[in-house]
């Protein structure tokens, strides 16, 4: 069993960043993959961006390229999310989620653990 508090969220204007961290505990979280997933009211989750637990390779959706950077602290058991230049449109609960198998799976249902969310929210 892994548990894990994503934190960082907020307000914040257009254009402005935010730093999401997922803290893990129970488990190492070496042990594990790591994914960022959102969910904006009506829609479906969807991802946002991955990193492995061995080779630290790195996938993100394709729209948030070159915004967000995902990146994790083994020694600290956190994972990150740099969230820069935002829109409105990334208004979301940002979900932060733990998956054994290697690579860097974009699938929310291939993911075992997940935290509670936090809320982000852009003005325009």
């Known amino acids: 069993q892994v548990q894990l508090v994503e934190s960082g969220g907020g307000l914040v204007q257009a254009g402005g960043s935010l730093r999401l961290s997922c803290a893990a505990s129970g488990r190492t979280l070496s042990s594990f993959g790591m994914g960022w997933f959102r969910q904006a009211p009506g829609k479906e989750r969807e991802f946002v961006a991955a990193?492995?637990?061995?080779?630290?390779?790195?996938r993100y959706a394709d729209s948030l390229k070159g915004r967000f950077t995902i990146s994790r602290d083994n020694a600290k058991n956190t994972v990150y999310l740099q969230m820069n230049s935002l829109k409105p449109e990334d208004t979301a609960v940002y979900y932060c989620?733990?998956?054994?198998?290697?690579?860097?799976?974009?699938?929310?249902?291939?993911?075992?653990?997940w935290g509670q969310g936090t809320q982000v929210t852009v003005s325009s």
């Open positions: 990193i492995s637990r061995n080779d630290g390779g790195t």
């Open positions: 989620a733990a998956v054994l198998r290697f690579g860097v799976p974009q699938t929310p249902t291939l993911y075992e653990y």
